[in-house]
């Protein structure tokens, strides 16, 4: 069984930082790609920022420049390093992976979310 458990979320003020940290745990051959998706309230959610198993990364717009994904294949966990934050970047946080578990083909799995509040 293949579980990911987000962490790093909280309060905070505009224009500071947070990062939230995403571990995968369990039967685990191989993990492709990896990503943050957020869900404000009342919205649908929306991918954020994903990354390959090799390194690329790629964003969504209103967060390019401020937002930076990394992942530690060694460790099976992904990153998101959040700065300058806005009110707007207010919600639930999940992490997503495309697992391989062993003995099984590819599989997406999701965290249960962190929530993220910026004050203004």
């Known amino acids: 069984q293949v579980q990911l458990v987000e962490s790093g979320g909280g309060l905070v003020q505009a224009g500071g930082s947070l990062r939230l940290s995403c571990i995968v745990s369990g039967s685990i051959f191989s993990i492709n790609a990896m990503g943050w998706y957020r869900q404000a309230p009342g919205k649908q959610r929306e991918l954020v920022a994903a990354?390959?198993?090799?390194?690329?990364?790629n964003y969504v717009d209103s967060v390019k420049g401020r937002f930076t994904i990394s992942r530690d294949n060694a460790k099976n966990t992904v990153y998101l390093q959040m700065n300058s934050l806005k009110p707007e970047d207010t919600a639930v946080y999940y992490c997503n992976a495309e697992v391989i578990p062993r003995g099984y083909y590819a599989m997406d799995y999701w965290g249960e979310g962190t929530g993220v509040t910026v004050s203004s």
């Open positions: 990354i390959t198993r090799g390194g690329t990364a």
